[in-house]
C-alpha cells in the first residue's frame, strides 16, 4: 500500500469518528464557558468571543470585575457596536487596598449582571475576573450560581479569572485552563498598549 493509500484511509476513520460526533451532538442551549488558569489570554479569549458574537448580529453585554479605568482596546471597540459594559473601575484590589470600597464597586456590577442574567434579549454575558469576586466573597457565590443556573436558555456565560473553584468548575459546560509558560513582564517587559489592554 502506498504511503498516500494509508493516509487517506487514516483520514477516512478520524473523519468517520469525527461525523458520528457531530451527529450525536444535536442539543442547543445557552453555555457556560469558563476560562480559568495563571496564564495570558483568558479575557482576550472572551472578549474575542464577544467581537464573533457581535459580529453574528447577537446582544452582548460585558460586566468587568477588578479592571481599572484605564483605556480598553476591546472596550472601545465593542461599545461602537453597542456593546454595554458595567465596569468596576476601581483597577487591582492590590492597588486599592480598601476592601470596602472594593466590595461596594463590585456589588454594583453585579447588579448589573444580575439584570443582564435575567434579559432574554440577552445573547451573550461576559463576566470578566468574576472568580476573584467570589474568592474574595465580594459576591454571594450561591446568588451567582443560582443566576446562572436560572438564566434564559439561550444565553451564554463566559467567566474569567484565576483560581476558579471546583463548584464553578462543575457548573461550567465547558472549561479552559491556560498555564504560564513563559511571560514576558517576568522578563521585566512592561503591559503595552493593543497587546495588552
Known sequence: MTPMK????????????????????????????????????????????????????????????????????????????????????????????????????????????????TDKNVDMLILDELTYMLNFEYIDPQEVYDCLKNRPNHQHVIITGRGANKTLIELADTVSEINNIKHAFDAGIKAQVGLDY
Not at 472596550?75 to 492597588?95: K, Y
Open 6 to 117: 494509508t493516509h487517506q484511509q487514516k483520514m477516512q476513520k478520524i473523519k468517520q469518528a469525527i461525523d458520528k460526533r457531530i451527529a450525536k451532538a444535536q442539543t442547543q442551549k445557552g453555555l457556560v464557558v469558563l476560562i480559568t488558569g495563571n496564564g495570558k489570554g483568558k479575557s482576550t479569549s472572551a472578549f474575542g468571543t464577544a467581537a464573533r458574537a457581535t459580529g453574528h448580529g447577537l446582544k452582548v453585554k460585558v460586566c468587568q470585575f477588578i479592571k481599572g479605568s484605564w483605556d480598553c482596546g476591546e472596550r472601545d471597540l465593542l461599545e461602537a457596536f453597542d456593546v454595554e459594559f458595567s465596569v468596576m473601575a476601581t483597577g487591582f484590589t492590590w492597588d486599592t487596598q480598601n476592601k470596602e470600597t472594593d466590595k461596594a464597586a463590585c456589588l454594583k456590577v453585579w447588579q448589573f449582571a444580575k439584570k443582564a442574567l
